[in-house]
Structure formats: C-alpha cells, structure tokens
C-alpha cells in the first residue's frame, strides 16, 4: 500500500517537473528525449546480451564504432546514403559478432567474472586500437541536407532528424519483446537467460543460443553505427562512451529489463540537457551520467542489503 | 640457504636499478621512469586484485594524486618534496571516505564505480577553471630537483621501493591470508571471523596511497599536468595488461609484465605511432584465454608438476 502510494506521489511528482521544464525550457525536453532515443538504441542490444548471455560485453560501444567506420568506407567507396548501406553493415557486424563470440567470449563463459570483464576491456582497447591503427585518431563526417531538417512551432524552431532515434529505440523494444515471447528462438533465448542448465535439459542448445543472441545484439548495434554516422562525427574512441552509458542505463532499469531502458534513457537525456540549457553548468553535462550510475548501483546495493 | 640466495639476488638488482643513472642517458632514464611508473601502479592494482575487487579506476587516484600535488604548490606554496606526501595522504583520505560506500559493492558492480568515479574525478577538474586551471591544466613553476634527469630517476625509484616494499609486507603478513580468504569465499572468510570490510579498506586505502603518490611524483617531475593526461585511460589500461602478462596476485609477475610490456610499447610506439596500444588488448585477450595466471603462474604450474613427476621417480 505504501509502496503503491509512493509511486504514484513519484509519479506525481515527476509529471509537474516535466510540465513545468516543459513550459520553461521546452527544448530540456525536445533534446533530451532525442538523445535519450540514441542512448536506448543503443543500450537495448547490450541490456539484451547482459540479459540472456550474462556478460558484460564492455566492447559494446567499439562495436558501433566499427561499424560506423565500415559504414564510413561503404558511403564514401559508392556513393551511397548510410540509410541503404545500414542492413548490409548490420549483417557484416553481426558477423564480426559472431565470430567474436565464438573465437573469444565462449572460451571464457565458465570463467570468474573478473576473467569476462578483462577479456572484454581487451577486446575494446583491440578494436580502438585497431581503428587507431587503420583511420588515425582523426575525426571523420559525412553530412547530409536531410540531417538538418527543423521545425518551427510559434517562436521555437528545433531539429527533427534525432527523432528518427526514438523512433527506432521504440521499434527495437516492440521488436525484441515481439522476438522473444513470438518465435522458437526467441522463446529459447528466454529459457536459456533465466537458466541455462534447465534450458539445456529440455533440449535446447545453450552455445547455438548464445551466440545468435550475441550475432542479434551486434547487428543492432551495428546498425545504429551506421545511423550514428549521419549526426556526428567519428574517431577510434567515439563508442567507449556509450558503453559506460549503456551500462549505466542497463543497472538503472534492471538488468533483464529492456522497456525499463527507455525510461532510464529518457531520465539521463533530460537531466543533462537540463544542466546544458545553461552556460554556466553547460560543461557540468558530462558528470550527471556519473552522479547518476553511482547513486543507482549504490542505492540498489543498500536496497538489496534492508530486503 | 634458499631464502639467503634470493636475498642477494633482490639486493643485486636493487643496486643495479639505483646505479641506473651511473652509465644511462637522458632518454634511457626517461623510459626507465615511465616503467617504473607503470610497474608501481600494477603492483598496486594487483594488491587490490588479491582481495577479488577489480579497480578500472587507478587513473582516477593517479591523477587526483597529481593534481593534489600540484596545486598543493601553485596554490598553497608547499614544498615540492613535501606535497608529494601530502598527495599521498589526499588520495589515502579520499580513499577512505569513498570506501565506506563503494567497497560494499562487488564484482562489476565495483569495477563501473571505480571507472566512474575517475571520470568525476577528471570533468571535476576540467570544470574548476579558477582553482584547476580547467581543460588546460596546471603548469608549475618549476620542475622538482631542477630537472635533473638522475635526480628524479631516484625519486621515481624511491616510490617504486616503497610500493615493492608494501607489496611483499602484504604478501608476507596476515594481509594476504585475510585477502586471500576474502576472495575466495566471502561468507566462509567471514564465518572464520575475517573483519572483511575492515581489510578491503586497509588495501583500498594503501594501495590508493600509492597511486596518488606515483601520480604526484609524476606530476613533479614533468612539472605540468592536464585533466585528459593525468587521467588517461593508459594509466589504468596498460597496468592492468602488465599485471595479467606477468601473473596477478603476486608481486614478482606485475613487475615482470611492466619490464616486458614496458620496453616492448617504448620500441612499437617507434615503429607504430599511431594504435600501437593494439598490442596491449591483444595480449590481455590472449592471456585471459589462454593463461589466465599469467607467466609466473605458468611457470609456478611447470615446477609443481617437475616436482610432481621427481617425487613419482624416487
């Protein structure tokens, strides 16, 4: 009952700080759920693997970085919008992704923790690095007219292109919800997240499972690369960011939570264009995801330790 | 007789490292000093890594250590010497205070917060433009021993020592029996009577000391820091490949991973200038599979076994 209270005064609560930054700054809002769209974008392929396949894949977001680059060398080879080129660089990533599974994650699966962790913190520095290797740490852009796209309702006059971002973070979740409770693999998938031996009893092979889980998470995260490219610019270490970030929203909603992402998205990409909306707290931006990941694992550890 | 033996065989190299200086040129020294760095910092994250705790966050002490030390003499006029300690000791404060909260968590949990709280640390920093000097740093007015290539050789030398010296006294004490316990099986340890907080604290605070005393040190002797190199993402990254190369939990294989790592990166960074660091997460991924104890613990492995198959024969 309490508890049943106190969502909804939070609830409450919430909505009257939206509606009011709404009326104050209506572009806190607008931004802020544009970059919370491309933060769940690209958490939700993650929150998928630290779902079902237990890792925390730390070279998450040097996966889209490889596949913005490869996205960056098709569209510049042929010629062509990174919209067309983003299935066939979802697919080669997808790839990578699998290979990637099979040559290095698998082999640690059974391993401490501690063991899964480095060995994906090699795996990022490998692929920064080899990106460093291959493009130099310079930046690269493409730019495009439609990117630029405004419009204007009365006096205020904002973006629209990083809308597309939202719209495929909903679409990813429809999706995989679909994926996971509609067909074999995806029910699979499920039953070998919450308990990979039991899966294994009932016939359903664990190894084959995990690694399209892997492959899956990489195409999408690949493909968000390709997208990625089309706003901003690219350098070896732009993806590391996103990692933390992915992670940070991940532990927020709950691991196994996917929808739960989205919310958190939306909570981050506000409150830092909240602190952006102002030139003296505009370099302050960067430390709310920080304050924001410590209050939440904190908290979720003194919760855990009264219950 | 045994324990006689390596006794001078430490004794021999260690008057080998102090007379460095005596037949090496500037630049030999340099790359020496930013070994011993290096090597400093894996013994001091493999001191935490005994207890099971992983920190991706040793740049964030390096460098609150540096920026400590610095501004401890822009700011306050304290004697170079003297704010090398006093870094040391901000670090080992603020380590405690952190401590309270975040060595209740475990496991990954631990590892993001240690990474996060580094990157307060450094938008902290950049953003302080009055007290810090904000993206462009701190530039000092002097370097400490005037530059004097051997001078700070020793210095770096001397807070090599003594983060080699605690390593073993953690290793030879009650320490190690405690942090081994703790990570192996936490509830056992505690049920054995283990203050399993009190101990990761001792550690978490020791070894912070030391990464804040390595960054002051470093600080004073390049005589100018920034937010992005004090708390480089290398400082956390190449000690931790280093640390796995040689053999974690022990203090012989960090210092072995930093001699080899060390001089190979100083000779790709030659040939390779830029992703040269490519060879680093190579190595950690081939040593996460295929030798997770690292050299020394491959090598530990192959005397048992000799030793094994000798008491088999007799």
């Known amino acids: 009952m309490a508890n049943k209270r106190n969502a909804a005064i939070f609830a409450a609560l919430t909505v009257a700080a939206v509606a009011g930054i709404l009326v104050w700054r209506p572009t806190v809002i607008i931004y802020g759920l544009q970059a919370a769209g491309l933060y769940a974008s690209i958490a939700i392929p993650m929150g998928l693997i630290l779902g079902i396949v237990h890792i925390v894949n730390l070279a998450h977001g040097e996966f889209m970085m490889v596949a913005a680059y490869l996205t960056y060398m098709v569209c510049t080879a042929l010629g062509i919008d990174p919209f067309v080129a983003m299935l066939p660089v979802a697919l080669v990533t997808a790839l990578v992704g699998f290979i990637v599974y099979k040559l290095t994650i698998r082999q640690a699966l059974k391993a401490p923790e501690l063991n899964q962790l480095i060995l994906t913190f090699g795996l990022a520095i490998s692929l920064t690095q080899l990106a460093n290797l291959l493009f130099t740490s310079q930046t690269r852009k493409m730019s495009f007219g439609y990117v630029s796209a405004s419009v204007s309702v009365g006096e205020l006059s904002f973006g629209v292109y990083n809308f597309v971002f939202v719209v495929i973070a909903v679409l990813m979740v429809i999706g995989l919800r679909l994926f996971l409770t509609r067909t074999t693999a995806g029910k699979a998938a499920l039953a070998v997240g919450q308990n990979p031996r039991g899966a294994a009893i009932v016939g359903i092979d664990v190894d084959k499972t995990y690694g399209l889980v892997f492959a899956l998470a990489t195409g999408m995260v690949g493909m968000m690369g390709a997208i990625f490219i089309t706003r901003s610019s690219i350098f070896p270490a732009v993806g590391s960011p996103f990692t933390m970030k992915s992670f940070c929203l991940i532990a927020m909603a709950g691991i196994g939570n996917i929808p739960g992402i989205l919310g958190a998205s939306v909570l981050l990409g506000i409150s830092e264009n909240f602190l952006k909306a102002f030139r003296e707290t505009r370099g302050w931006a960067d430390i709310v995801f920080f304050v924001l990941i410590i209050t939440v694992i904190l908290g979720r550890s003194i919760k855990g330790k009264k219950a | ?314």
Request: aromatic share 12%.
């Open chain 2, 1 to 314: 007789m045994k324990l006689k033996s390596s006794y001078i065989v430490v004794a021999v190299l260690s008057v080998i490292a102090i007379a460095f200086p005596a037949f090496l040129g500037a630049y030999p020294l340099n790359v020496a000093r930013s070994i011993m760095t290096y090597m400093a910092l894996a013994i001091s994250w493999d001191m935490l890594l005994r207890s099971g705790q992983i920190s991706f966050g040793i740049a964030g002490l390096f460098g609150l250590g540096s920026y400590a030390s610095a501004l401890a003499v822009l700011r306050g006029g304290m004697d170079p010497m003297l704010s090398i300690v006093f870094a040391a000791a901000f670090a080992g404060l603020m380590a405690y205070a952190l401590g309270f909260a975040i060595l209740r968590l475990r496991s990954m949990y631990f590892s993001i917060t240690t990474l996060a709280l580094m990157e307060i640390f450094r938008i902290v920093m950049h953003n302080l433009h009055d007290f810090s000097g904000g993206p462009e740093g701190v530039v000092l007015p002097s370097v400490i021993f005037n530059g004097s290539s051997p001078a700070l050789y020793w210095l770096c030398l001397a807070g090599l020592f003594l983060t080699i010296g605690v390593s073993w006294y953690f290793e030879k004490s009650k320490m190690h029996l405690a942090l081994t316990a703790i990570r192996n099986d936490e509830t056992s340890a505690r049920s054995s009577g283990v203050n399993i907080f009190n101990y990761l604290l001792i550690a978490f605070v020791i070894t912070s000391v030391l990464q804040g005393m390595m960054g002051a040190i470093q600080v004073q002797s390049y005589g100018f820091t920034t937010p992005d190199t004090a708390f480089d993402a290398n400082f956390t990254l190449l000690p931790l490949a280093m640390a796995l190369l040689g053999g974690i939990h022990s203090t012989i294989g960090p210092m072995a991973g930093a001699v080899l790592l060390g001089v190979a990166s100083e000779w790709l960074k030659l040939k390779i200038p830029y992703g040269h660091l490519v060879v680093y997460g190579i190595i950690i991924i081939l040593v996460i599979l295929f030798m997770p104890q690292g050299l020394f613990g491959l090598a530990r492995k192959a005397r048992r076994e000799r030793s094994k198959a000798g008491a088999s024969h007799e």
